[in-house]
């Protein structure tokens, strides 16, 4: 396919009509990936009566909720359900949202309102041994094309959203996965030694650098803004005349290679900055995809929380209110943030000797944005705790955690993690309460 070809297939899906509607991403204690129309409106409920579709949860009532959607708003609309009805973790009886809601959830499933369902149209699937939803997969597949016509790719996005593993994904279509890949994070290179590493240093022994070991495969460069001028001018050079010149050298040799470029920042900003040579971004900026961030592909959210838990452990499940937080948290660090937290949440159910995963076992400001749609907790952030405060809470409690937490106004389980971030044991404060009272 050529690039001409792949701006083509962009264009006609941009201008395709949108077709708005709910993904149902979760049911029966499981990842679900079901698109459900909105035609203008669409009715939920148990066992599709009276026209309504069909959630098959016991905990969702025959005909549970109407919803919406005017082009503009969504209406949501609870027909007098006996569990309720929540958005974004509100309960709600009936109600627009000028802007869309990120999650609703009925009895234990949980859907997720979508403006145009064509661009989530398609399985979250397992590549790579790694979970990849519709849009990544499509991504994936532009950067194959891309590799049949380009021997360079540039790929922009936060960190944690997958841009090494699309640069793979070219890699293994333009060189082949034989082939070396060798990856160079430009902003981390030790001060005075990017020519050496790059280019290779004749000086004290053989020629070596990364751009040779990269010769018959890819070089991926993270953040070459962060070069000095000189070095990326050196860069330009090898890229032009495909040879590199060793420091110290005194004849270029040869090099074949394919080069990914993958970039956090703007690269129009960095050239107003004067951080990125013009000519190296002629060089280098074309093709460029973009990888958009997980909080924009929540279909793969379930999925790489199911995968994470019972990779980390066989048999570990997750509530539906842990994957209700996941989905209207932030996540700035993306799927990296995520999968960290995950751990932590699973760590601390085993501690209270649970294998499923609860929602309150999700850290308060993990994956925190600015300005949270999730309802703020009534409870005070154990990161406003004093230890003077909780030493006093746990003698009064006699080291019994849930009413130490309850006079401290958090959450057991966060007063749990505090005390072993802070190395407390809570027993000794029973015995201190033992010594008072005797």
């Not at 959607?69 to 958005?87: H, K, M, P, Q, Y």
């Not at 994956?367 to 154990?382: D, V």
Request: include cysteine; charged fraction near 30%.
């Amino acid at each position: 396919m050529s690039e001409s070809s792949v701006d083509d297939a962009d264009t006609q899906e941009r201008d395709a009509t949108p077709q708005p509607g709910l993904l149902q991403v979760w049911s029966k204690g499981g990842p679900a990936h079901r698109a459900l129309p909105c035609a203008p409106e669409l009715f939920l409920g148990r066992d599709g009566e009276r026209g309504a579709v069909a959630l098959g949860d016991r905990r969702v009532s025959r005909r549970h909720c109407r919803v919406k959607f005017d082009g503009a708003a969504w209406l949501v609309d609870d027909l007098g359900s006996s569990n309720g009805t929540f958005v974004d973790g509100n309960r709600v009886s009936t109600k627009l949202f000028t802007r869309p809601p990120r999650v609703l959830r009925l009895g234990h499933c949980l859907l997720v309102p979508v403006a145009d369902l064509a661009k989530v149209a398609g399985r979250v699937e397992t590549q790579d041994d790694a979970v990849a939803g519709p849009r990544l997969r499509r991504l994936l597949a532009r950067a194959r094309d891309f590799a049949a016509v380009s021997d360079t790719l540039l790929i922009r996005g936060e960190a944690g959203v997958g841009k090494r593993r699309i640069a793979r994904a070219f890699h293994h279509r333009a060189a082949g996965p034989g082939r070396p890949f060798v990856e160079v994070d430009c902003a981390n290179l030790p001060e005075g030694t990017a020519e050496r590493l790059l280019f290779g240093a004749r000086v004290g022994g053989p020629e070596f650098g990364y751009m040779l070991a990269a010769d018959g495969g890819t070089l991926l460069l993270s953040e070459p803004g962060a070069l000095d001028d000189r070095v990326q001018r050196r860069l330009l050079r090898a890229l032009e005349t495909r040879a590199v010149l060793a420091v110290g050298g005194a004849r270029p040799r040869p090099v074949d290679l394919r080069l990914c470029v993958t970039t956090r920042h703007d690269p129009r900003q960095q050239l107003r900055e004067r951080r990125l040579r013009q000519d190296l971004y002629v060089r280098v900026g074309r093709p460029e995809l973009e990888v958009p961030p997980l909080r924009e592909r929540v279909e793969e959210i379930p999925c790489l929380i199911q995968r994470a838990l019972r990779l980390a452990r066989p048999g570990t499940g997750a509530h539906a209110s842990l994957v209700e937080r996941c989905l209207l948290r932030h996540w700035p660090g993306n799927t990296r943030e995520l999968l960290a937290e995950l751990e932590d949440a699973r760590r601390h159910a085993r501690r209270d000797g649970r294998d499923e995963v609860r929602g309150d076992d999700l850290d308060e400001l993990a994956g925190r944005r600015p300005e949270s749609r999730e309802p703020a907790s009534p409870r005070r952030r154990a990161s406003t705790l004093r230890r003077a405060a909780v030493e006093n809470a746990l003698v009064e409690a006699g080291g019994e955690l849930s009413r130490a937490a309850k006079l401290l106004g958090v959450h057991r389980s966060q007063l749990r993690r505090w005390l072993a971030r802070k190395g407390m044991d809570p027993v000794a404060y029973a015995r201190s309460n033992e010594r008072q009272t005797s």
